[in-house]
């Protein structure tokens, strides 16, 4: 067998915002296909890690590889170029408002990817299919719950062929009921092999779905291992802290 | 009351005033366009440096934009086409009203571009960028659409201002709308054709003043 190829790795990764160090020294890897999930409590850097992979956020220093291409170094001018390769998923979905369905997953294509526009259409309506809302193509993002717009943005970000998807927070936006469509979308899409990074507190998700967890705080990767091992034998007094505060979050939650 | 209608609404005067006011009123129009469409492009420039990161150039568009908000146009106007000829600057008077009214007009359009820009959320050009569009793409494509039907009231409004504002261009002799009409009135020794030109600006402002109502009303309903 060959060796599964790392689609993503992080090293020695930091970033500060003026005086405070956000992300004081992080290592990671993800493989061809896995889905990694990070976990940890707010304010531990999660999201500004994430933001980092496809530069959004600037590192302080360190080095992130795509597809084995260093993409800390590389010139202002072809960034646009590596994030067509970065797929991105943001908490507040982002759609264009202003642009039907359709034309929010085929601009991109369009202008960044120069897929004409057949093809753009072609591609669009295919994923969003893939994300069960191709009978909403023409319909304005507003007309749209929050879980459909998304799996939309999903939809977007996969229409430009990413090799690895990143994911922030993308269901803490929603309402408790609508959080399942879009988990569903994600799990289909790792069947379907796609390599993800995802920034989430579905805990059952990470459980269920997850290869690896990865337990980030104050700046650092804590710990990481398969969901039974972070979930079922956390090692660190810092995991095992978060893991008791989380669960009594969910039994409250259970409550209400 | 036969005086009064005589003197304010004499149809004959305004018979004979009509093609000369006519003209002024092509002079008006013209001079709007120019101004317009230069004020809008110079101040989506302006707004776009204004909210540059590169700070010599934002302050500058800031210092611009300040300076020639501040400026009454009439006084601008007075010292393009009566200051600048003692440092050997003459222009047309046409040349004179677009260069002044620009400076200012253009300041205002940029207030304007600049709170429409950003009224739109940050994470739309996140969310663009991030799908591998260029800056000016993302500008282009995702942000100017919304930054612009955020302040479409205003923008309307300034153009609105723009076209009252061309009456000013009389005091240099360019023979707009006021200007024939106050000619019109000197020569017939009437004021109808004041009249009659202050219905043609009622005429083409008007309109446009009720679409702002009421793009305004539907706003706030919704």
């Known amino acids: ?256 | 009351m036969d005086t009064f209608i005589q003197t304010f609404f004499n149809l004959d005067i305004m018979s004979q005033a009509f093609p000369l006011l006519l003209k002024g009123a092509v002079m008006t129009l013209k001079l709007c366009a120019v101004v317009i469409v230069c004020g809008l492009a110079g101040g989506l420039m302006l707004a776009l440096a204004a909210l540059s990161p590169n700070r010599a150039l934002r302050w500058s568009a800031i210092a611009y934009i300040d300076l020639f908000r501040a400026l009454p146009p009439l006084v601008l106007l007075v010292f393009v086409y009566s200051g600048l000829p003692f440092a050997g600057v003459r222009l047309s008077p046409f040349m004179a009203v677009v260069i002044a009214f620009f400076l200012n007009n253009s300041s205002y359009f940029a207030e304007v571009f600049r709170a429409g820009i950003n009224a739109v959320p940050k994470g739309q050009t996140e969310a663009a960028r991030a799908t591998g569009l260029s800056q000016a793409q993302a500008l282009t494509y995702v942000v100017l659409p919304q930054a612009v039907r955020n302040v479409l009231p205003d923008l309307l409004s300034n153009t609105v201002e723009v076209v009252k504002l061309t009456s000013l261009a009389s005091v240099v002799s360019l023979s707009e709308l006021l200007y024939s009409a106050n000619m019109a009135r000197s020569v017939t020794y009437n004021a109808s054709p004041l009249v009659l030109a202050a219905g043609m600006y009622l005429l083409v402002l008007w309109p446009l003043v009720r679409v702002i109502a009421r793009y305004q009303r539907g706003l706030a309903v919704n």
């Open chain 1, 1 to 256: 067998m060959t060796q599964p190829r790392t689609m993503l790795e992080i090293s020695g990764l930091e970033k500060s915002f003026g005086d405070i160090e956000v992300l004081k020294s992080i290592d990671l890897k993800v493989q061809e296909g896995e889905l990694v999930f990070v976990i940890g409590p707010s304010g531990s850097g999660k999201s500004t890690m994430l933001r980092c992979c496809n530069r959004l956020e600037e590192p302080t220093s360190g080095a992130i590889f795509i597809e084995g291409e260093r993409i800390t170094d590389i010139p202002r001018r072809d960034l646009d170029r590596m994030r067509l390769k970065v797929g991105m998923v943001f908490q507040g979905f982002h759609l264009y408002p202003h642009m039907s369905v359709l034309k929010n997953v085929m601009l991109a294509q369009i202008k960044a990817l120069k897929r004409a526009k057949p093809e753009a259409e072609a591609r669009a309506l295919e994923m969003l299919d893939q994300v069960g809302l191709k009978h909403k193509a023409d319909a304005m993002p507003a007309e749209l719950s929050g879980g459909q717009q998304q799996r939309v943005a999903i939809a977007r970000a996969l229409a430009l062929d990413p090799g690895v998807m990143l994911f922030d927070e993308p269901t803490s936006a929603l309402d408790p009921e609508l959080v399942g469509s879009v988990l569903k979308v994600m799990k289909d899409l790792r069947d379907k092999g796609m390599t993800m990074l995802v920034v989430s507190h579905e805990m059952q998700f990470a459980r269920e779905a997850a290869d690896r967890v990865i337990f980030m705080d104050g700046g650092y990767v804590v710990e990481q291992g398969t969901p039974e091992e972070i979930f079922g034998n956390p090692k660190s007094d810092r995991l095992k802290t978060f893991l008791s505060r989380v669960s009594h979050e969910d039994a409250g939650a259970e409550a209400d």
